[in-house]
Every structure is written in structure tokens, then in C-alpha cells.
């Protein structure tokens, strides 16, 4: 599955949002190695901290049908019933779900807008000093 395939299904995954609060979409597409794609939208909650967003909740669909390795992870948000027109960077939460399952130097991020693909980078790049198991000594393969 190339980058644009990727992101097309992360845009389509942001009509399942459920954001009556802060009304602002956002689907994802996550992309394991086994060649499944596994997508997610952002979902809140009134009390906010019980809020999922769309990358923990791709990552954690895939992780409850035992997925462990993933490649890259599209992302697409914006305001509600909108195309996304700017980047939607992962929060820092998301960020610190992928250092624990992902390579940081290998696993992808694609940030895109109803134009198609804006940037690729490397979760090392979006998260230069993370902390993962190989900070504990661990190695997870």
C-alpha cells in the first residue's frame, strides 16, 4: 500500500469521529507489517481524559487482534464535516504509543490534507529524544 492509499483511508476514517466538543475530525491508518490496515478515529468524552485519538485507537485495534510490528501510520484532522486543509500532527501520547511498538528510525508518519501527502517523516524525526523499551534495554524482536 503506497503513502496516497494510505492517507485516503485515514481521511475516510475521520467520519466515524465522534467529537461533539471540540468538533475537530481526525482518522488515521495504520499500516502492519503483516500488510493489514487497521484505521481509527478520534472519540471524546465530556470529561475529556477518557478521549481516545485516532492513532491509539488504530494502534490499539491492531494490537487487540495481535498485531506487534507496524510500517507507518497515515493521519489526516481538521474541523468536522471539512476537508483537512493543514497537517495534523499526533499529540504526545500518540507519539509515545508508537516509540513502544514501533522502530523509531524505520516506522513512518504521513501527515496529509485533502491535497494528498504533505510530509513523511520518521517517527525519530517527529520524536527525537522518545522514550521506548530501548531506553530500558530492552529489545523487543
Known sequence: MDERELL??????????????SHWAVGA???ASSGRVY???NIENAAYTPT????????FKALS??????????VAGGPEHEEPEEICAPCGVCRQVMMEFCDPGQFRVILGTKDG?????????LLPVGFGPQTLGIDKE
Do not use: S, W
Open 8 to 21: 485516503a483511508l485515514a481521511i475516510k476514517a475521520r467520519e466515524h469521529a465522534y467529537v461533539p466538543y
Open 29 to 31: 491508518a495504520l499500516l
Open 39 to 41: 484505521t481509527g478515529c
Open 52 to 59: 481516545n485519538c485516532a492513532e491509539r485507537t488504530a494502534f
Open 65 to 74: 487482534e495481535g498485531e506487534r510490528k507496524f510500517d507507518a501510520i497515515a
Open 117 to 125: 501527502v504533505q510530509t513523511v517523516m520518521t517517527l525519530g524525526e
